[in-house]
C-alpha cells in the first residue's frame, strides 16, 4: 500500500525560499514518476512540478525559474524547493507517487499525500 507524507510547509515572506519533502512508503521512488502539485483557493489542484523515473524534470510555469525537484532513491523521498515566493503561493501542497510520465510531462497518478500547507505572507 502507497503511503505518502509531506513536511515543510510552513508561513514564510514573500522573497523567501521553502523546502517540501515527502517521504513514501510501500513505493520506491528511485524506480518511478513523481509529482508535486499544489491547491489555492478558489482553484483546482495543479501541478507544480513532476520527475521521471530517469530524473527529467516538468515545471509548471508559473514556477519556472525558481522551482527545484529531485528524489533520493537512499531516503525514499521527493523534494520540492520553490524560491522567490509570492502570495499567490500560497496553498496546500501535496505529493503525487507513480503517475505517468508523457511527451516530457507528469501525468497524474491516484497515489496522494494529506498535503502540507504553505502560506506566504508577510
Known amino acids: 500500500q502507497v503511503h505518502l507524507v509531506e513536511s515543510g510547509g510552513t508561513l514564510v515572506q514573500p522573497g523567501g525560499t521553502l523546502t517540501l519533502s515527502c517521504v513514501a512508503s510501500?513505493?520506491?521512488?528511485?524506480?518511478?514518476?513523481m509529482g508535486w502539485y499544489r491547491q489555492v483557493a478558489g482553484k483546482e489542484r495543479e501541478l507544480v512540478a513532476g520527475i521521471s523515473s530517469a530524473g527529467l524534470e516538468d515545471y509548471a510555469d508559473f514556477v519556472k525559474g525558481r522551482a527545484y525537484i529531485w528524489k533520493d532513491g537512499d531516503k525514499n523521498t521527493v523534494t520540492l524547493r520553490l524560491n522567490s515566493l509570492k502570495p499567490e503561493d500560497t496553498g496546500v501542497y501535496y505529493c503525487n507517487a507513480g503517475g505517468a510520465w508523457v511527451n516530457g510531462h507528469y501525468i497524474t497518478s491516484p497515489h496522494w499525500g494529506q498535503g502540507t500547507q504553505v502560506t506566504v505572507s508577510s
Open positions: 510501500g513505493f520506491r521512488v528511485r524506480n518511478n514518476p
